[in-house]
């Protein structure tokens, strides 16, 4: 992807609530890949994916213009959906970001496994 | 309001995208303030009021932490809803963006004239 | 470019404000393809383009995942310099959103002409 | 501060990321209230705040036109700053985001203490 200039604010580098969006819109892309059907057939099993943790530790700061390529593996641990983030700069791979997000899941407004998920990523879940 | 400083892009000022936020937000403030009761009865009753053309002239821009004045009046113009909102910058009330907000509404999804929104705004709106 | 989901609101269409950011994008994307050196040398030489008026048409809304196609042409009128653009859904070529974005440029902190850009875009300009 | 519905995403929820922007304007207000005098001479002196790692747990979501309290100590570890912040929905106190937020402090582009936070903060210090 890359840096939009209005991502960025006045110190000129990406503020960092961007990072969850790029982090967010990263993990749709990789349920797109797996065949998810999100808007349609998701939802309307009442399942609602909501994240329940994010930690975000930031090193290197992107500023406009700059590419990036941003990365995840999945792991499943207990009712929980870990994704392991990271934020690469293109220009010479220097670590961005690098987060944890843990995503829980709700079926008609109820925690639970979701494991609808998993059939899809099992090729990905790392235990 | 006041300017947040994520609403700032790299050149210090405010994002033109952010006075649209603004006057959104104004636009809302404003039916909450007329007690129409959006989340609740408005949707469930298949009415949806969308923008159809924004027109949006920038004079003065705003910088972080600047506190500002959103004003507004409506008018009725056919089937559409007019709105004519302007900003100032509270500290020397400087014009900042000042623009045109034309709403139409959708009933049942077909373009209605939203007599519904024209009781409550009565004392305010303009012919 | 596709919709991300966090650029959707409550109705699950794509925020007015967000089209703003979409046109501001395709002119950056437009100038970076002519070769203006706009972070290092346009600020340095004290050239600064800022949006005058912004006057958009709305038509068909965007969901998330929706992809688009974002064009414009440029044409010099005057001091400004106006860009026309459309945005369209890409997989029924609705048009979505068309907007004409008037720029001025600010030479240290005055408005000028911003002959500077002329030669660049000279290929795409229309008079 | 009251939730604006642009802040909201298809879910009808705030999105994770804006706890982000919340949390960040609350410290820039607390900031502003200890009257450290943030755009003109912090940045002058080349001190530059950054966010080092944000560590966010999600608990209740907050709705379009929710109002919210946003809560913040500050302590001193090491080199480091760090926040502690709560977001809770005032009509029933419940708590929505919980975050650690550690910021370190750039002199002259240089990992500093910062200590020149500390005498503004001094009140606030927890060690």
Redesign the interface.
């Known amino acids: 992807m890359r840096v939009?200039?209005?991502e960025?604010?006045?110190?000129?580098v990406v503020?960092?609530?961007?990072y969850?969006?790029y982090f967010?819109?990263t993990r749709?892309e990789f349920m797109?890949s797996l065949g998810i059907p999100?808007?349609k057939e998701v939802h309307l099993k009442g399942i609602?994916p909501?994240?329940?943790?994010?930690?975000?530790?930031?090193k290197t700061?992107l500023?406009?213009?700059d590419n990036f390529i941003s990365s995840l593996t999945v792991e499943r641990k207990g009712i929980k959906i870990i994704f392991h983030q990271e934020i690469y700069r293109k220009s010479d791979n220097a670590l961005c970001c690098k987060g944890t997000i843990e995503v829980a899941v709700l079926q008609n407004g109820k925690i639970s496994r979701g494991d609808y998920f998993d059939e899809f990523m099992k090729d990905y879940l790392e235990s």
């Open positions: 939009r200039d209005y960025c604010d006045v110190q000129g503020n960092n609530a961007n969850l969006h967010e819109n749709h797109i999100f808007y609602v909501v994240v329940a943790r994010a930690d975000l530790h930031y700061s500023v406009g213009g």
